[in-house]
């Protein structure tokens, strides 16, 4: 079933631990995001990366990082957790920037 | 300060009674403005594009239509299966950001 996979689906992590988010694709879509979702704050754009071998920064980056080695691949790196970085993390790509997004299913990150 | 606005934030509707959802913006270029639909513990969902003021979109029950400052969601004779968050987004600016805002919840009694 073609879409975006992210894994894992929830996970809960010390404080100070690093974590990787993973995200595929295989729409062969040229853009690719990761938005966290928090109650009361909405979507807010992390990263993102308008083709391979690019990045971009979001509305909120502090704390984050990505890579774009390929098309289909776009991991999203905490190198230190801290509790507020708890929030339910989303992928998302579209054909190109500013077209329509297709977002996978979410990962529920608890910091602790 | 480029912001997008939803309202109501929640909204409840017996089967069949139709309502508006609004977005209003204010940004400096629109590009685009998409609208989404979102089901309680799963990612967003496309529903429309819209580009310029005057366009309309339409599937089954729903209808999104853009003015130079807003957009609405029109849910016509609403189901419960329409019950979920809406949520609007727009595309501006050089560089092509994009805001979200922070959705209607809307919940159909049948």
């Known amino acids: 079933i073609a879409g975006i996979t992210q894994a894992p689906t929830s996970q809960i992590l010390a404080a100070g631990r690093r974590m990787t988010l993973r995200c595929t694709q295989d729409?062969?879509?040229?853009?690719m995001y990761w938005y966290r979702q928090d109650l009361g704050l909405g979507l807010r754009l992390i990263h993102y990366?308008?083709?391979?071998?690019?990045?971009g920064k979001g509305e909120v980056p502090d704390g984050y990082s990505v890579s774009r080695a390929n098309t289909d691949d776009f991991p999203l790196t905490l190198a230190s957790a801290v509790p507020s970085q708890t929030s339910v993390y989303f992928c998302?790509?579209?054909?190109?920037?500013?077209?329509?997004?297709?977002f996978g299913q979410g990962t529920r990150l608890t910091v602790v | 300060e480029d912001q997008v606005t939803q309202s109501p934030e929640a909204l409840r509707l017996q089967e069949g009674e139709s309502s508006s959802l609004n977005c209003s913006y204010t940004?400096?270029?629109?590009?685009?403005l998409f609208w989404y639909r979102q089901d309680p513990g799963k990612g967003p969902e496309f529903l429309f594009t819209?580009?310029?003021a005057g366009e309309e979109k339409e599937k089954e029950r729903l209808k999104a239509t853009l003015t130079k400052k807003e957009s609405f969601l029109h849910i016509t004779a609403p189901k419960p299966e329409d019950s979920a968050t809406y949520l609007c987004?727009?595309?501006?600016?050089?560089?092509?950001?994009?805001?979200f805002g922070k959705g209607t919840r809307l919940h159909i009694l049948p």
């Open positions: 729409m062969r879509h040229n853009a």
């Open positions: 987004a727009v595309q501006a600016g050089r560089d092509d950001k994009i805001i």
């Open positions: 998302a790509s579209s054909d190109s920037i500013g077209r329509e997004a297709f």
């Open positions: 940004v400096s270029g629109l590009r685009g």
């Open positions: 990366s308008n083709t391979a071998g690019t990045t």
């Open positions: 819209l580009y310029s």
